[in-house]
């Protein structure tokens, strides 16, 4: 059974999702307060989250870059329920990493649907990724060029295939160093751009002006707008 974690500050649309996703088949846990919100998720460690965005003590967005940022919950998808509509509040929701954006009001079988496709696509987990003449494999940790296969270490693979998997999402040098390094590192926020910069070196045709991993002033770095071609796993 499929646990899912909601974070929703209406008594009324809680109970509504709380029963539909029950009936459904879901086991359904959460909260009505954005406070301890990342603790609660890292306690219960559901499946997937449906998180509000104007809760009256926390911010969702900061809430979902909490999430982000620590290894043990990066991977869980998470769905954005809010009443921000415009096209900007989308843009920046997904790009703090969230998996889908729905506006309220919606249709609970939408969300339902919405829900079962993030299921999908982890119960077929991508086996590799192309962006332009740039592929990485996964199950053979190789990572290729115009065909060549390029020498990384260990790391630079795990950084360039976080990076790659999540593209035009922003990261900041402390939530790469979390996700790709962990809490437990004795390393510092100029290792990212240590690592960054050997990167470039070897999958960039000009490391001066990069057009896979690109720079954000004053924030951090992001695997550029490429169409990423996810090749699914092997039932």
């Known amino acids: 059974m499929k646990k899912i974690l909601l974070i929703e500050d209406d008594s009324d649309l809680f109970a509504l999702l709380k ?3 029950e009936k459904e ?4 846990v959460g909260s009505q307060t954005g406070k301890g919100a990342v603790e609660l998720c ?3 460690r559901p499946d997937l989250i449906l998180l509000d965005i104007m809760l009256p003590d926390s911010d969702g967005l900061d809430i979902c870059k909490g999430i982000r940022s620590r290894p043990e919950l990066a991977h869980i998808p998470v769905i954005f329920l809010t009443a921000r509509a415009s096209e900007t509040d989308r843009i920046v929701g997904l790009e703090l990493g969230a998996n889908d954006y729905i ?14 496709i993030q299921f999908r696509q982890i119960a077929h987990p991508v086996r590799s990724m192309k962006a332009g003449p740039l592929e990485l494999d ?3 940790c190789r990572v290729s060029l115009n065909g060549r296969f390029l020498a990384l270490t260990a790391t630079e693979f795990r950084l360039l295939e976080f990076l790659m998997a ?3 999402v922003v990261f900041s040098r402390e939530q ?3 996700s790709v390094w962990g809490h437990d590192r004795a390393v510092t926020d100029r290792t990212v751009d240590v690592y960054i910069l050997r990167l470039r070196q070897k ?6 002006a990069p057009a896979f991993i690109r720079s954000v002033r004053g924030f951090g770095y992001s695997f550029n707008e490429y169409t990423v071609q996810s090749e699914p796993a092997s039932a």
Request: charged share 35%; hydrophobic share 35%; aromatic share 10%.
């Open 176 to 178: 790469l160093l979390d």
């Open 166 to 168: 999540r593209p035009g």
């Open 138 to 140: 996964r199950p053979s």
């Open 19 to 21: 029963y539909n996703l």
């Open 42 to 44: 890292r306690r219960e």
């Open 103 to 116: 506006v309220k009001p919606f249709f609970v079988r939408e969300l339902i649907a919405r829900i079962k």
């Open 203 to 208: 999958i960039e045709e000009d490391p001066t």
């Open 25 to 28: 088949g879901f086991q359904m």
